[in-house]
C-alpha cells in the first residue's frame, strides 16, 4: 500500500488528484463541526447522548459525529445511498430505466441526473420529518432570531443543502480526485470517529487496571481488531473463478476465438449491502420510537422495540433479548440472497455465452449453464452471507457481554476496508494509464 502511494506522488497528475481529495476531505471534516444557523446544539448533544444506546450509534458512526454535532452536514450522504439503493432496485422492476442502464455511457449519465434529482427530495423528506420530530419533542432548542416556523424552515434547508453539497462533493472527487468518491466521504466519516471510540475502549478496560491485566486487555482488543481486518480483507478478494472456453470460428482463411477467460463470482457478492439492510430495518423503529419518546415502558410493545436494539443483545442478564439478534442475521441471510438475486442474472449470461460461442467445460450452453451458475452461486451467497453475520455478530457479542461500547463495529470495518482496496486500485489503475500513455507518445 505504501509502495503504491510513494510511486502515485511521483507523477504529476495523481499527486494533484490525491492533493485534491485531501482538501476535500478537510472541507467535509470542517462542515460536520459547523453548527446549523439559529440551533443549540448542547440541548440536542444532551439529548442524543441519552440516546445512542438504542440504536443512534452506527447513524452517528456514517455521518462523521455531523449528527451528534447537528451540523450542516448532519443528514451525510445518506439520502443518496438510498436514492443509489432504490434506483437499482428499480432499474429491474422498470424496463425504460433499465433499457438506459444498457445505453452505455449517455444511460448511465441519465440514471446518474435521475439520481441527484431522488437524492434531493429524499434529502427534504428526511430533513422535514427530522425537524417536526425533534421540534415537537422539544429537543432543537433555538437561539433568538429563529423560532417557530422560521426555524424549522432554515433546519430544514440547511439540512438538505448540506446533503446535497456532501453530494456534490463526493462527484468531484470521482471526476478529479481519485476516484471512489461516494465511498471515501462515507469511509472518511466512520474513521472520524474512530479515535474517540479507542479512547472509550482505552478508558474502560486499561487506564486504571494493574500492569498485567491493561496488557492482557490491550493485546486482546489489538487482536480482535487486526484480525477482523484480515478476515474482511479476505472475505474482500474471495472469489471463484468459473472457467469459460470461446470455440474456434473460421473468418476467411484465419482461425479466430478459442480463448480461454474466466468468470469471477466474488464470495462477497452484495458487499455490505445486506448488513446496512437488515440494520435500518431493524433500527428504523427504534430510533422513531425514540423521538417520539416511546419505547420506555414495560409493555409488549416496549419490549419487542428492545429486542430490535442492538444495545439488548448479548445481554447475559436479559437474554430473551438476544431473539432479535437471530432475527438480525436471518435479515443479513435473506437480504444477500435478495440482493444477488437483482444484480446478477445467471440466465442472462449464459444467452451472452452461447452468443457468443462460449461454454463451460463439461457444462451444455443455454439452460444448463443457467442451472450450473444458480447452483454455484447460491453456495457462494451463503458462504458470503454467513461471513458477513459472522464480522456483523463479534462487534454486537463484545459489547453486550464485556460492555465495549463503541460506534463502529462490523459494517463499518467492512466499508472503511473494502473503500481503501478500491481505492488503491484505482490510484494503480490511473498509474497504468498514465505509462501507457508515456509509452504511446514516445
Not at 471463484?240 to 482461425?255: D, E, H, L, N, T
Not at 453486550?400 to 481505492?423: K, L, M, R, Y
Request: glycine residues 10%.
Amino acid at each position: 500500500m505504501l509502495e503504491t502511494l510513494r510511486n502515485a506522488f511521483k507523477i504529476k497528475d495523481i499527486r494533484k488528484r490525491i492533493i485534491f481529495t485531501f482538501f476535500m476531505v478537510v472541507v467535509i471534516r470542517i462542515g460536520s463541526q459547523l453548527p446549523i444557523p439559529g440551533v443549540d446544539s448542547d440541548v440536542f448533544k444532551a439529548w442524543f447522548a441519552s440516546q445512542t444506546a438504542e440504536g443512534m450509534g452506527f447513524f452517528d458512526a456514517i455521518t462523521g459525529g455531523s449528527f451528534y454535532n447537528m451540523s450542516i452536514f448532519a443528514l451525510n450522504i445518506t439520502p443518496y445511498i438510498t436514492s443509489s439503493i432504490i434506483m437499482q432496485l428499480l432499474t429491474i422492476a422498470i424496463p425504460k430505466l433499465e433499457e438506459m442502464q444498457r445505453d452505455g455511457e449517455e444511460g448511465r449519465k441519465k440514471i446518474a441526473e435521475i439520481t441527484r434529482y431522488l437524492t434531493i427530495v429524499l434529502a427534504l423528506i428526511e430533513g422535514i420529518a427530522m425537524t417536526i420530530g425533534f421540534s415537537r419533542g422539544g429537543y432543537l432548542e433555538y437561539n433568538s432570531g429563529f423560532r417557530g416556523g422560521l426555524g424549522i424552515v432554515s433546519v430544514v434547508l440547511t439540512l438538505t443543502a448540506g446533503s446535497a453539497v456532501l453530494m456534490w462533493i463526493g462527484e468531484r472527487i470521482t471526476e478529479k480526485g481519485i476516484g471512489n468518491g461516494i465511498s471515501i466521504v462515507l469511509a472518511v466519516n466512520i474513521i472520524s470517529s474512530m479515535p474517540s471510540d479507542i479512547s472509550v475502549l482505552y478508558q474502560q478496560f486499561i487506564a486504571g487496571k494493574k500492569v498485567p491485566t491493561a496488557i492482557l486487555a490491550a493485546v486482546i482488543i489489538i487482536a480482535i481488531i487486526l484480525g477482523m481486518v484480515a478476515f474482511v480483507v479476505y472475505l474482500q478478494g474471495g472469489e471463484r473463478r468459473i472457467p469459460v472456453q470461446y470455440s474456434k470460428k473460421i473468418q476467411g482463411r484465419k482461425q479466430v476465438g478459442g480463448q480461454s477467460t474466466h468468470i469471477p463470482l466474488k464470495v462477497n457478492t452484495s458487499g455490505v449491502i445486506p448488513v446496512i439492510f437488515a440494520q435500518s430495518l431493524l433500527q428504523t423503529p427504534v430510533i422513531i420510537a425514540s423521538l417520539l419518546g416511546k419505547g420506555g415502558g414495560t409493555g409488549i410493545g416496549s419490549k419487542i422495540l428492545k429486542g430490535m436494539s442492538q444495545a439488548n443483545w448479548c445481554n447475559p442478564n436479559e437474554p430473551i433479548y438476544s431473539i432479535g439478534l437471530l432475527v438480525y442475521i436471518a435479515l443479513i441471510l435473506a437480504f444477500a440472497y435478495f440482493y444477488t438475486s437483482i444484480t446478477f442474472n445467471p440466465l442472462e449470461i449464459a444467452n451472452n455465452m452461447k452468443k457468443a460461442g462460449g461454454f463451460i467445460p463439461g457444462i451444455r450452453p443455454g439452460k444448463p449453464t443457467s442451472d450450473y451458475l444458480n447452483r454455484i452461486l447460491n453456495y457462494i451467497v451463503f458462504v458470503g452471507a454467513v461471513a458477513l453475520a459472522f464480522i456483523a455478530f463479534v462487534p454486537i457479542f463484545f459489547s453486550g457481554v464485556f460492555g465495549a461500547s463503541v460506534s463502529f463495529g462490523g459494517t463499518s470495518i467492512i466499508i472503511i476496508v473494502g473503500v481503501i482496496i478500491e481505492t488503491l486500485k484505482q490510484i494503480e489503475s490511473q498509474m497504468r494509464v498514465r505509462y501507457y500513455k508515456g509509452f504511446l507518445n514516445d
